[in-house]
T-cell receptor, first 112, second 112 residues
Framework: DAGVIQSPRHEVTEMGQEVTLRCKPISGHDYLFWYRQTMMRGLELLIY????????DSGMPEDRFSAKMPNASFSTLKIQPSEPRDSAVYFC??????????FGQGTRLTVV | DAKTTQPPSMDCAEGRAANLPCNHS???????VYWYRQIHSQGPQYIIHGLKNNETNEMASLIITEDRKSSTLILPHATLRDTAVYYCIVRARAGNNRKLIWGLGTSLAVNP
């Protein structure tokens, strides 16, 4: 398996624009996680899914953020409208049952 | 989940053992100790986990004290590629709770 695949790797956008981050989990994994990492706050869990159903979205900062998982092989994290303070590295991870999570390479988002 | 405390940084000479400590004095009986590391610009990578017995795999060894209030991750022969931030996390492997609380970790520098 190629591991968790995220796209794009880098995204630069202007404030107010919509941003969509994409993730393909490892085949067969039933958990999918979205994390955000900044220097100030470290690694924060935004939301996670089990069998395509959102289980805990308490980490989603505000209504501008939304995440979907339409099927077992694809998930999106959308920010609309984007703001400079959303600049961070966003990681997607997947796991099988209660075993360890595998992370993607991340998407570095810069909002100017 | 219980919180962990780690030193912010450590140095190690190449070829020597790196011993990374972690305090988790409030750990519960059903919580496991997990270790991940993050090499610069990459996603976190799982290393090892344990409940109360010492564990060893191809990457590292995990020593957990008898009272389970602290643990040590041991990289037996550190190489320059082991330079990374190492995270110690405790998590209960029960139910649907997969929320991990990530601290700031220990930044390990392996020097030639």
């Amino acid at each position: 398996d190629a591991g968790v695949i995220q796209s794009p790797r880098h995204e630069v956008t202007e404030m107010g624009q919509e941003v969509t981050l994409r993730c393909k989990p490892i085949s067969g994994h039933d958990y999918l996680f979205w994390y955000r990492q900044t220097m100030m706050r470290g690694l924060e869990l935004l939301i996670y899914f089990n069998n395509n159903v959102p289980i805990d979205d308490s980490g989603m900062p505000e209504d501008r953020f939304s995440a979907k998982m339409p099927n077992a092989s694809f998930s999106t994290l959308k920010i609309q409208p984007s703001e400079p303070r959303d600049s961070a590295v966003y990681f997607c991870a997947s796991a099988y049952r209660d075993t360890e999570a595998f992370f993607g390479q991340g998407t570095r988002l810069t909002v100017v | 989940d219980a919180k962990t405390t780690q030193p912010p940084s450590m140095d190690c000479a190449e070829g020597r053992a790196a011993n990374l400590p972690c305090n988790h004095s409030t750990i519960s009986g059903n919580e496991y100790v997990y270790w991940y590391r993050q090499i610069h610009s990459q996603g976190p990578q799982y290393i090892i986990h344990g409940l109360k017995n010492n564990e060893t795999n191809e990457m590292a060894s995990l020593i957990i004290t008898e009272d389970r209030k602290s643990s040590t991750l041991i990289l037996p022969h550190a190489t320059l590629r082991d330079t990374a931030v190492y995270y110690c996390i405790v998590r209960a492997r029960a139910g649907n709770n997969r929320k991990l609380i990530w601290g700031l970790g220990t930044s390990l520098a392996v020097n030639p």
